[in-house]
């Protein structure tokens, strides 16, 4: 399939690490030009690197404003950088302090990044988000993540209402095999699943479809990539 991307103008935020970093590669690959933003350095690939946090607004009105002089406007924004906060704490022993950061990087750092790019995106621009399937299903010790992750999925479609020929799409995966999943389950989890484990490359693919022109009619969407898990009813069968 041919996903149209050559020479489009791409911003990924969280794009020094796991699916962002992959999202940037799958991007480079389709002769994108690619703008990779993080809060830490970023690898050495062939795109442009700002260094940002997407909780800092003027910060992101900086690093838009610079990726926009280099390339001349934006057409996809793909917001990658998210946080998972304390995994496996009940709420009750949360601080706030900790709640305030996942919601920080989680919700308001999507919408400050949509904020300021919008303006920049053309009609049959694209933006496509990092939810969760923590949106929709949950164990226990995950609070302000799914909720945050929840705010994600509304941000979506109300975006999606309110822009008028800009498309916005969020996608939800199950685990993927990142650093941020590593860390919260550790290595031998992740290496000795007996569940579905999705590649950083394979959300990328499902990133990619949503930014191109080809998903044209695909607006205000939450993609469940979990293996059909959460759609599996209680019923004995
Ligand atoms: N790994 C999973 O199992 C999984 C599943 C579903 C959704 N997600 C979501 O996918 C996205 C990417 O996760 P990942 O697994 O690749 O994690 P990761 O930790 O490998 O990468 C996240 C990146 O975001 C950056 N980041 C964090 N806070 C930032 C900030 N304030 N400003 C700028 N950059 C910041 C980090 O530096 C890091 O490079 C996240 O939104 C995450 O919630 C991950």
């Given at each position: 399939m041919r996903l149209e991307l050559a020479g489009r103008a791409v911003l990924v935020t969280?794009?020094?690490?796991?699916i962002g970093l992959a999202c940037a590669r799958a991007f480079l690959a389709e002769g994108a030009r690619v703008a990779m933003l993080d809060r830490v350095p970023v690898p050495v690939l062939d795109g442009l690197v700002v260094q940002a946090d997407v909780t800092d607004e003027s910060q992101v009105v900086d690093a838009i404003a610079s990726v926009v002089a280099r390339?001349?406007?934006?057409?996809v924004v793909v917001g990658c950088a998210g946080v998972s906060g304390?995994?496996?704490?009940?709420l009750v022993e949360t601080s706030a302090a900790d709640i305030a950061k996942v919601l920080a990087v989680n919700v308001t750092g999507q919408l400050l990044v949509a904020k300021h790019a919008v303006p920049h995106l053309p009609v049959g621009g694209s933006i496509v988000l990092l939810a969760s399937d923590s949106a929709f299903v949950s164990a226990p010790g995950m609070v302000p993540y799914c909720a945050s992750k929840g705010a994600v999925v509304a941000l979506t479609s109300a975006l999606a209402v309110e822009l008028d020929g800009i498309r916005v799409n969020c996608v939800c995966p199950s685990i993927v095999d990142t650093p941020m999943a590593r860390a919260d389950l550790g290595d031998h989890v992740i290496d000795e699943a007996d569940f579905p484990v999705l590649a950083a490359d394979e959300v990328a693919a499902h990133v990619l479809y949503l930014a191109s022109?080809?998903?044209?009619?695909?607006?205000?969407q939450a993609v469940l990539a979990d293996f059909g898990v959460s759609a599996r009813s209680g019923f004995p069968a």
């Open positions: 969280g794009a020094a690490s796991g390339f001349g406007g934006l057409d304390p995994v496996g704490t009940p022109p080809v998903s044209r009619s695909i607006n205000g």
